[in-house]
Nanobody, 112 residues
């Protein structure tokens, strides 16, 4: 059973940084497409960074140059380094493993 678990959210001032982690136990981690998604209040859940199995990482236009996706297959963990945060980045961040497996989400709040 794949169970992703996020951590690392919190409250930060605009211009600050956070690093999110997602540990996915119970899986052959390296074979899965995985990514980070964000849901702002009253909005749909949107892709932030997506790592497909061919190694390509796609980023939402709004985060290009500020967010960085990495993964450590040995630790079965993926990360999202978020720099130069703005209030628009506020929302619940979810990790996804293999399309169908979602974490519980972690709140990121950026104050102006």
């Amino acid at each position: 059973q794949v169970q992703p678990v996020e951590s690392g959210g919190g409250l930060v001032q605009a211009g600050g940084s956070l690093r999110l982690s997602c540990a996915a136990s119970g899986t052959s981690f390296s074979i899965y497409t995985m990514g980070w998604y964000r849901q702002a209040p009253g909005q749909q859940r949107d892709m932030v960074a997506l790592n497909v199995t061919n190694g390509i990482i796609n980023y939402a236009d709004s985060v290009k140059g500020r967010f960085t996706f990495t993964r450590d297959d040995a630790k079965k963990t993926m990360y999202l380094q978020m720099d130069n945060l703005t209030p628009v980045d506020t929302g619940v961040y979810y990790c996804n493993v293999g399309v169908v497996h979602w974490g519980q989400g972690t709140q990121v709040t950026v104050s102006s």
